[in-house]
C-alpha cells in the first residue's frame, strides 16, 4: 500500500506564506502525475496545481504568479510554495499522487488534508 502523509498548514496574516510538503511512500514503482487540491467549507474540492513526472505544472488562475508547485522525484515529494496568501486561499489542502505499484497497476492516492488560514 501507499501513504501520503502533508505537512505545512498553519494560520498565517494576508500577504504572507506557507510551504506545504506531501511525501509518498510504500509499494510505490512510478509516480505520475502529483498535485495539490484545496476545499473551502461550503464549497467543492478544487484543483490547486499540478506537476507531471516530466515536470509540466499546470496552476488554477486565481493562484498563478503566487503558488509554485515542486517535487522532488528522489523523495517522492511534491511541495506547494505559497507566497501572497489571500483570506481566500483558505480552504483544507489536499495533495494528490498517481502512482503505478510494483504489481504495475495504477491508482490515485490523496494525503489526509492539511488546514490553511489565511487571516484579514
Known amino acids: 500500500q501507499v501513504q501520503m502523509v502533508e505537512s505545512g498548514g498553519g494560520l498565517v496574516q494576508t500577504g504572507g506564506s506557507l510551504r506545504l510538503s506531501c511525501a509518498a511512500s510504500?509499494?510505490?514503482?512510478?509516480?505520475?502525475?502529483m498535485g495539490w487540491y484545496r476545499q473551502a467549507a461550503g464549497k467543492q474540492r478544487e484543483l490547486v496545481a499540478t506537476m507531471t513526472s516530466g515536470g509540466r505544472t499546470n496552476y488554477v488562475d486565481s493562484v498563478k504568479g503566487r503558488f509554485t508547485i515542486s517535487r522532488d522525484n528522489a523523495k517522492n515529494t511534491v511541495y506547494l510554495q505559497m507566497n501572497s496568501l489571500k483570506p481566500e486561499d483558505t480552504a483544507v489542502y489536499y495533495c494528490y499522487a498517481g502512482i503505478t505499484l510494483w504489481a504495475r497497476n495504477n491508482r490515485d492516492y490523496w494525503g489526509q488534508g492539511t488546514q490553511v488560514t489565511v487571516s484579514s
Open positions: 510504500g509499494s510505490i514503482y512510478s509516480i505520475n502525475t
